[in-house]
Each structure stands twice: as C-alpha cells, then as structure tokens.
C-alpha cells in the first residue's frame, strides 16, 4: 500500500481555516519524514548494489566507474522523493481548496436562509417573564469555602479546560434588537386588542338592546307631489320577519311594508300632506338571530306646496307662475303671446302654445329653462293636455289644421315620450285611429281610459301590447282615484259607477248626505270627492252653484257657493287631497271670452281651501292649477 492511502479522509462537515492550515502543515512534515526514511533506506539498501555493479566495473573499467552509477542512483531517489513530495503538496492544496469551496458555500447558503427568515418572519412580540436569580461571582474568583470543588472535579477542569470567553475587538458595538419594529408590533398588537375589545362590547351592546336604525332615506318633496314615495329604514342588524301589522304611520295614511334583511320599506300609496311631521314606528323588531324586541322609530317634516297657476293677458304675453299657497312669492317661469294650456310634473313643464301655423308642444325644466319641442303627429292643434309622470308620457288630442269632412284627423289621442324619444303614437282601436270625445291617464301608471265619439269606452296601456280593453258605453269621465285603479265613469242611462279598471267590476257611487243632487263633475282625492252641483229653478235656469266636499263616509260638506252670477269651471283637489282649488268666472255677463283655442272667461280666479277646515286660503288671479290633472271644461 502506498503512503497516498495513509492520507485521511476529508470530513463530512467544513473545517475553519485553522483546522485545514494545521492539517496541511502535519501532511508536509509527515511528508517530509517519509522522505528523509526513503533516502535511508535507499543508503542502506545501496552497498549491495553497488558491490553487484563494482564487481562487474571491476571486471569491465574500474572503481571509478562504480562511483559514478552510485552518484546517479542516489539523484534518482532524490528526484523521486520531490516528485512524491510535490504530489502529495498538490493532493493536499486541493483537498484544502475543496473544502474552503465548501464552506464558503456553506455560509452563503445559511446567510441566505437567514435573510429570508428575517424577510417573511413577523418580528417577535417580547413577553414578561418572570426574573430569575441565579449566584454571581467575578470572572475567575477563587472558590470560596462555602462552595468547595472536589478534587475529580479539579482534575477534570485541568484536563478539559473551559474554552476561552472570546473578547470583543476595541470599538465594537452588539447587535441591538430593532426597536422601532418592535414597538410597531407592539402597538399594532394594542391597538388590534382594543378593537376586538370594543367590538365584542358594542356586539354585547347591540344583542342586549336590540336592533337600532342606522339610516332613513326619504324624498320629503317628490311625497307631496305623487304617489308611490318611499321611506327605507335601514338597521344596524339584519331583522328577523316584519309583519305589516307591526308598522305604524302618524298621521294616519295608507302605505305599504316590504322588508328584508336589515331594510324596512314603507311605500305610501297616495301623497302626503305638506308642512306635516310624519312618524314611522316599528314595533317589536328583534334581530334574526333573537334578542330583546325594540320599536325602531323616525320622523320626517314634509315641506310647503307651491303651485303654477297660468294668468293670460290679452293685451300681453300669457304668463306661468310658481307661487306659495300665499301668493305672496309668485315668480314667473315662462311666458309666450299665446298659452292655450300645460302641465307639470315634479321636474318638468310641458307647455302647448299658439301660433299661426298651429300648435307647438314645448317641455322645460320646472324653472322654465332649458326648453325644447316636441315632434307633432303634423301641421295641427293640440289640447287636452296631461302627463303620466310614472309612464313618462305625455298625452294630448290631436286635430290637423287642413281639416275636412273627408281629410284630416280630428281629435286622435296621441302620446309621446316626454324626453322627445321616438315618434308620436296615435290609439287605434280595431286598427283604425279613434277619434276621442274625453281621456284621462291612469294616475300612477301609463295606461289611457278614453271615450270615442261612438261612446265607447276603453282602456289601453301604453307601457305594454296588451292591445285595447272595452269597458261598455259611458257619456263621460269624472275622474280616476288615485292609489286605487278606480275610475268614477257616467253611464248612457245617467248612472254614475265606480268602475274598477283592473277586473271591470262596478257599482253606483253613494250619494252624500245630505243630498245636493246630482253632481256637473266629480273629482276624486284621497278620502273623498268634490262634486260641483249646480241649482235649478223649474225652468232649468241655473240659479246658483256649490263645490261640495263628500268623504268617504259620505258625510258632505259645501266648500265654496256662487250665485247666478258667476260661475264654477273646475274643481280639483291637491295630490293629497289636503287643499281644494276651484276655479271661479265672477260676474259672467260681463267677462268677455279671449278667443283661444281653449276659450275661457279673460278674468278667472282660483280660490284655495283648507279642505280640513272648509275655510279659504287665498284667491288668486288665474287657472290650470298644477294640481288638477286637465284643464277647466266649460
């Protein structure tokens, strides 16, 4: 066996430095020796060679020659000596090379682990702990009597001595824990605390009172003006099944419940009073996983009415005015030479004015800007103007202006989308354009009850194809209640009915009592109707008329009287039936006509009433109150 197999294994774990230095330095001296023993060797070993090789010298030149083959033997075990010592050199670097490699490789490796724990590691949250005590004595302090080392342990601490307590180089300085990373998790870990304290408390809170509203959302003024407004109720917790039965509503109106989750929706089925405070109480909420029940209570104050009025002026431009139920704040909103009639909605004015070629159909903002016209079905005149606010539509009788006995269209009820999309429609009934005696849209909806010149009547919603619905004969339309799809039509025979549009079903209207016979017009409103009688000597001269109020009840009550004199032209009640508007012609004989389309006294006044009260507003110059849903028929 060669000495290379004397070589000891590398190690499985790197040396340090100092450790492959030591090893390196011990294989060159043990190098070093196992040369010096081969050149002995190879002196003792020699003499018989070289006696073997003198005696052939002898034999062949002489002593001499003996010499020098001894001298050449002896520089071949020297060469052969370096040669070994050199590989054995080169074995050993490498080896030392390999394994400075691998360390080096080693602590790249742990580095880089370490940065990557420090990199995804959350820093640690110190905790308290307890102190702990434990004896101190100066470094190397001689043992005491009270703490005696045996003598084994003396040896033992002789031959294993304790490795020494490495010194810190002048200038340098410990690691310091991060202490900004430190106090940040410990406020993240404070602050995370208190939240999770107050949030269970505000949950305990919350289960031990019960549900809270958390929002209302209501639209105050668009619930004076239509019906269908709504109040959502929202909780601070989703609420077990509400019964329709657990809402109330002061002042007393009818309205609707849908609720779901956290929401309670209250829809009121007519408009609201203005300047009224209305509260809204839920009894016995309770949260859908249990608890104790609360009453969820809110209140919202409605604002004032404003009304338009249309004042026309022969001698100047017609006007439209905004004004209070005073009449002292009045503002003009748009005037023209000729307004043959219009009507508002919560947003817009829509406004048919007279001109030589005909009629012109104009929609505005509220204020009176921004207006805009609207495609005819031709050259024509238009009337009888109303708007569906919920459908979006306008409606109105239309009549070409070359117009004969066998050309031209002659009152055809036509509607159109109030923002100008699409072209104007015109009824047809059994596929031929009706011409329309009287019509009025279904409040809340865009369907059309009409009457044709045959005295048929119909009903047609505009929003679907359901095509044409026949409702029998009648002579005329009084009125539709709103929030109940009920109609007051009057029959060929005389008959008033309260039609029900949805299934057709009917039944006679209730006289009031006391009896002021029989009602000119009717006007429904929410809790009763206006009827406008007029009285008759015993030759059918009017000698006198009353607007009379008739609740539900029939309990009825006169609001305003005129005598023959003057005379009523309209009579209509605010959306929520809280004011009455009538329309009064004073001194008749004596009020020329304007000669418009729609030909009314040049001097008309409107009178408002408390209807509570039965006592009067104001009375203002004008008509086409706003509230009423078509102009005044005379």
Request: hydrophobic share 45%; proline share 7%.
């Amino acid at each position: 066996m060669s000495t290379d197999d004397e070589r000891p294994e590398v190690p499985a774990v790197p040396r340090t430095r100092a450790e492959m230095r030591a090893a390196r330095e011990a294989a060159e001296a043990a190098e070093a020796e196992r040369i010096d023993r081969a050149v002995a060797s190879a002196d003792h070993v020699a003499p018989p060679v070289d006696q073997g090789t003198q005696r052939a010298a002898q034999s062949a030149a002489g002593a001499e020659d003996a010499a020098a083959r001894e001298a050449a033997v002896r520089e071949a075990a020297v060469r052969e000596a370096a040669a070994r010592e050199a590989a054995v050199r080169e074995a050993g670097d490498r080896e030392v090379a390999e394994q400075e490699a691998a360390a080096r490789k080693m602590a790249a490796f742990e580095a880089a682990a370490r940065e990557d724990a420090e990199a995804t590691a959350l820093p640690p949250v110190p905790l308290a702990t307890e102190p702990v005590f434990v004896g101190a004595a100066p470094v190397g302090a001689a043992p005491t009597a009270a703490d005696p080392i045996s003598a084994a342990e003396a040896e033992a601490a002789e031959e294993f001595p304790a490795p020494p307590v490495p010194r810190a180089p002048v200038g340098w300085e410990a690691p310091h824990t991060p202490v900004s990373r430190r106090r940040f998790a410990l406020t993240l870990v404070a602050v995370l605390g208190v939240l999770v304290v107050a949030g269970t408390g505000l949950g305990i809170a919350s289960l031990l009172q019960g549900p809270r509203i958390s929002d209302v959302q209501v639209n105050a003024a668009q619930a004076i003006e239509s019906s269908g407004s709504r109040v959502i109720l929202t909780a601070n917790q989703a609420l077990a099944d509400i019964d329709p039965a657990q809402v109330t509503v002061e002042p007393a109106v009818p309205f609707t419940v849908d609720a779901s989750g956290r929401g309670v929706g209250v829809r009121f089925t007519v408009p609201l009073d203005d300047s009224t405070e209305y509260t809204i109480r839920v009894a016995d909420a309770v949260g859908a996983g249990g608890g104790p029940k609360t009453t969820l209570t809110t209140s919202f104050t409605t604002p004032p009415s404003n009304i338009f009025l249309l004042r026309r002026d022969v001698e100047g431009k017609d006007k439209i005015f905004l004004t209070d139920l005073s009449g002292e704040k009045a503002v003009p909103v748009f005037e023209h030479d000729k307004i043959n009639d219009f009507r508002a909605t919560s947003t817009k004015l829509v406004v048919a004015v007279e001109e030589d070629e005909g009629s012109r159909l104009l929609v505005m903002d509220r204020d009176g800007k921004n207006p805009r016209e609207l495609k005819l079905p031709g050259d024509g005149y238009v009337g009888a103007i109303q708007v569906s606010e919920r459908g979006g539509l306008v409606g109105y009788s239309y009549s070409d202006k070359e117009l004969s006995d066998t050309e031209g269209r002659a009152s055809v009820l036509v509607t159109q989308s109030l923002t100008g999309d699409g072209d104007p429609q015109i009824i047809e009934v059994a596929g031929a354009e009706a011409s329309v005696f009287v019509w009025q849209f279904v409040p809340d909806s865009a369907a059309v009850l009409f009457i044709d010149f045959d005295g048929a009547l119909s009903l047609v919603d505009r929003s679907t194809d359901a095509g044409v619905q026949a409702l029998g004969l009648a002579a005329t339309i009084q009125g539709i209640s709103r929030g109940t799809y009920t109609a007051i039509v009057e029959r060929l025979d005389g008959a008033v009915v309260e039609l029900n549009l949805a299934d057709g079903s009917e039944q006679p209207l209730a006289a009031s009592d006391p009896d002021y016979g029989i009602a000119s017009s009717i006007t429904p409103f929410p809790g009763g109707t206006l009827r406008h009688v007029v009285a008759r000597d015993d030759e059918g001269l009017p000698i006198g008329q009353v607007v009379v109020r008739v609740d539900d009840d029939g309990a009825a009550t006169p609001l305003v009287e005129v005598g023959s004199t003057d005379s009523i032209l309209q009579a209509c009640a605010s959306p929520s039936g809280q004011y009455a508007a009538v329309v009064v012609a004073p001194d008749l004989a004596n009020n020329a006509y304007d000669g418009m389309l729609l030909p009314l006294p040049e001097n008309v006044e409107t009178h408002l009433i408390d209807l509570a009260s039965g006592k009067e507003i104001v009375a203002l110059t004008g008509f086409d109150a706003s509230w009423c849903q078509t102009a005044p028929r005379f």
